[in-house]
């Protein structure tokens, strides 16, 4: 979130689900033919065709491993320059691929995702392109394509403590993910992924009321006062939109949305995504609510000529003005307009120690 993104052309890269494909489809035609392929080209499911090469190539009795280092582009993916392994080893005749978390994969816990608990955490697009390119493999061949497919990310437990994957009840290691196989640099795609499949989760789990937060301040604020469980906790980010697009075709009863004074002004101000790079605070419009919350002249001018939203907070509570409750109010009505259902919403503005300094709705406080 706080990478900054390099100026100009910025090229793309590969998700963690092309780079298993490609390798398992090495693996299987070293398991048929006895050789590697010096590199390995995939067809994704947008028609792209890229060509990787081996980091790894092993073989043993009866099964084949390559691995291909993860190209993500420009992109500050977490896994970029993780080795992605896949081992191919025959099974029985008839059941066709089966699919094994090796080290560094993680095995789904919880309800929820689009796969069953005690499955390996590799997703269901992936898992296609990985049947694709097997099948691609035996073209030719003779061969029936009933192997086992393990995949592995050395070090992954490691890199999947710095991803949402333990508030999935994704336990040991890292998802294979990727729909298109491509990396778009900056689209954080895997972090509104993981936002989607927490809000699944914590429905299967049966909860009625999601949190959401904007920041880590926010969150132990929320944890404080509402002691919610692990599972209805959502780390929101800057990503108000995909939170609440999602919210309004998969709703809950209640939704609580905890952040920092300048985030939640520009949810109030209409701008789905909070990243300073993506959505400018309007301090002229904070003036314009702090007047009609009562502001005076002076104090109106003094907020239009702030440089950030927290001094434009402090000189209101100064006078006696509650911006960040007119704040709360219109990233309520801005929350409600795009959930556009049923849900309860209430908001919370909290300051840098997670104080409230703001509230609106439902009873806004401590119910």
Known sequence: MDHCKPKGPLRKGWTTGACAAAAAKAAFRALLTGEFPDTVSLRLPRGETPVFGLATRQTGDGWALSGIVKDAGDDPDVTHGAEVQAQVRFGPRGTGITFAAGE??????LPGLPLAVGEPAINPAPRRMIEAALAEAAQGT?????????????GGAKLAEHTLNGRLGIEGGLSILGTTGVVVPYSCASWIHSIHRGIDVARALGAREIFAATGSTSEQALRDMYRPPDHAIIDMGDFAGGLLKYLRKHPVAALTIGGGFGKLAKLAQGNLDLHSARSRLDMGKLARLAGEGGAEIALIDLIEQANTGLEALGVSCSAGIDLAGRVAAGAREAALATLAGDTEVRVLVFDRQGKRVGSAGRTAGHD
Do not use: F, H, K
């Open 142 to 154: 003779g061969a029936e394509v009933d192997v086992v497919v393990t995949i592995s990310v050395p």
């Open 104 to 109: 560094g994969v993680g095995t789904v816990t």
